[in-house]
């Protein structure tokens, strides 16, 4: 997982991933600030949150 290894940058990587499950437990694809669509990009289609400023790109499995 990416999130440990952002300490260098000061950010918490359990505060990002307690406030991802709370923002995205409810609505998900509501919540998304957008999809992402990029040239070459291997998540084109997923949504992306931006959350303690961190960028999520997650896909909803689920309806």
Partial sequence: MKLAEMKPFKI???????????ILSVKPREKADDVAD???FEFN???WIYINNVIVVYDVLEE
């Fill in 12 to 22: 918490d990587p359990k505060m990002v991933f307690r406030n991802s499950k709370s």
């Fill in 45 to 47: 289609g997923y949504y």
């Fill in 38 to 40: 990029y040239p070459d």
